[in-house]
């Protein structure tokens, strides 16, 4: 038993307590550790939900209905559930934006970064295939118009929709699938999220400046640890009063009714942390080039580490950067907000101008400014 106790003491003192972080890290590098809480409600709460739902179209919707009355705190199970994915994407949307922030995405964090993106990805597909087993009308018609976007790949795309419905429409076999797959990718997230801390602390976090700081670091326990619980301690409150007076504000009304694949709901609007995906998806006529676009759209984040064109990472010794930083944040919840809008004008326009500037952002500002701030400085001189 000592010889066990011993690695793990280790694990624990080395990456929790004794662990170097530079002395001038603020909240926000927080939210690393406010995700990995998010994440284990998610996953426990995912456990007990499972234990009373039935994966059976005939019988999913009341199974959910059973939880929310007959289950003792199954209401509380569930808004912990439903909105703790919210609070999840949240506080990891936050955590990306800090990063674009202050460059964290630069190497020798560029595999952390890229890890991260990995993360993110999972954790939207886990979010869709969860929306699908409440088994509302929502989560068929969304579950039915997503998948069906997987045939726009040529020659194989039929027979994939086929593989992922379990037939020929999405109906029980697909459910069952889904629910399969909702249990088992969190896990996959939790390992990855594990290579992505063991990573990060190969090289050490960065720090708000950009700049090297091996020679100005101190322990994490005791400083950043309560710093770490100050923020939990935030997010709980806001996460309870959230889920106790306004649990059903970010859902779908139409998702309280029954599927029913013979009744279309009039407007098909996903979870509100697909809203920008969504919006560059249908900003695009073409339905191949829509979900092209909209896939470069989550892994152009990958690329960020070289398409960095300068050896400064902060925002606050890059002018311009700091304010195409804000145009591009003010341009993401505009695609937010048209990929809740109905499909016509000036929803379409809009969107199409917010998309066409979401790339532009990264494939031409990102790589010329770091040449044009090189420019002014030598100018400047």
């Known amino acids: ?60 919707f009341m199974s959910v209905e059973h939880i929310m009355r007959d289950v003792n705190y199954g ?87 086929s593989w992922l ?34 990573i990060l602390h190969q090289d050490g976090s960065g720090n708000p400046l950009g700049i090297n700081s091996e020679v100005d670091k101190i322990n994490m326990f005791p400083y950043f640890i309560i710093k770490d619980f100050l923020g939990l301690i935030l997010l709980i409150i806001f996460f309870t009063i959230f889920f106790t007076f306004l649990p059903n504000i970010l859902g779908h009304s139409d998702n309280y009714i029954e599927a029913n694949p013979m009744i279309t709901p009039t407007h098909i609007v996903p979870e509100w942390y697909f809203l920008p995906f969504y919006a560059i998806l249908r900003s695009i006529p073409h339905k191949l080039g829509g979900v092209i676009a909209m896939i470069t759209s989550i892994l152009i984040f990958a690329l960020l580490p070289w398409l ?26 505009i695609l937010g907000w048209i990929g809740g809008m109905p499909v016509e004008n000036p929803y379409i326009l809009i969107g199409q101008l917010a998309s066409l500037y979401y790339f532009i952002h990264f494939l031409l500002f990102l790589p010329i400014l770091g040449y044009l701030e090189k420019y002014l400085l030598y100018t400047t001189k």
């Not at 993110?120 to 997503?146: K, R």
């Not at 889904?178 to 997230?189: A, G, K, R, V």
């Not at 300068?310 to 003010?330: D, G, M, N, Q």
Request: aromatic residues 18%.
């Open 75 to 161: 209401w509380l199970l569930r808004y912990l559930r439903s909105n703790g994915a919210s609070m999840f994407f949240i506080v990891v949307y936050i955590h990306i934006f800090r990063g674009l922030y202050f460059g964290s995405y630069i190497k020798p964090r560029h595999y952390v970064w890229v890890i991260g993106v990995i993360i993110l990805l999972l954790m939207i597909i886990t979010a869709f295939i969860g929306y699908v087993l409440p088994w509302g009308q929502m989560s068929l018609w969304g579950a039915t118009v997503i998948t069906n976007l997987v045939s726009a790949i040529p020659f194989i795309g039929d027979s994939i929709v």
């Open 1 to 60: 038993m000592r010889l066990l106790k011993r690695p793990l003491l280790s694990i624990i003192n080395n990456h929790l307590i004794d662990y170097p972080t530079p002395i001038n890290i603020h909240y926000a590098w927080n939210f690393g550790f406010l995700s990995s809480i998010c994440l284990i409600i998610q996953v426990l709460t995912g456990i007990f939900l499972a234990m009373h739902y039935t994966p059976h179209v005939n019988l999913a």
């Open 308 to 333: 960095h064109s300068t050896e400064i990472r902060s925002s606050k010794f890059r002018p311009l950067y700091k304010y195409l930083y804000f145009v591009y944040l003010f341009n993401c919840l």
């Open 165 to 198: 419905w379990g037939g020929y429409s999405v109906d029980n076999a697909t459910l069952t699938r889904f629910f399969s797959l909702h249990y088992l990718l969190p896990f996959l997230i939790i390992a990855m999220s594990l290579v992505h801390l063991a």
